[in-house]
């Protein structure tokens, strides 16, 4: 059975720094991309930034661009976002998705979802 989960969110202070993984279980990432997506209170779900597993290359939205870094661990099956300069409006919900094609910043490409993990950027 196909499954990610999200681990490493919490509550930080504005400037502060977080790092979240996506560990896939069931499956091997290699022939994947992973996205990170977030989901604010009244918001749409927005793409942060993806990764293709076999290749390693990254987007970033916009937003983050600069403040954000996407990685991979192919051996232990685990994709990071490391946020650093956090501040309140990158509250939010924040899921990883696995997609068979070519990565992308659109939930619709993704077939497979984690569970989400709460970020909260707060002082």
């Known amino acids: 059975q196909l499954q990610l989960v999200e681990s490493g969110g919490g509550l930080v202070q504005p400037g502060g720094s977080l790092r979240l993984s996506c560990a896939a279980s069931g499956f091997t990432l290699d022939y994947y991309a992973i996205g990170w997506f977030r989901q604010a209170p009244g918001k749409e779900r927005e793409g942060v930034s993806y990764i293709t597993m076999r290749s390693g290359w990254t987007n970033y939205a916009d937003s983050v661009k600069g403040r954000f870094t996407i990685s991979r661990d192919n051996a232990k099956n685990t994709v990071y976002l490391q946020m650093s300069s956090l501040n309140p409006e990158d509250t939010a919900v924040y899921y990883c998705?696995?997609?068979?094609?070519?990565?992308?910043?659109?939930?619709?490409?993704?077939?497979?979802w984690g569970q989400g993990t709460q970020v909260t950027v707060s002082s």
């Open positions: 998705a696995a997609t068979g094609v070519t990565g992308s910043l659109f939930a619709r490409d993704y077939a497979y």
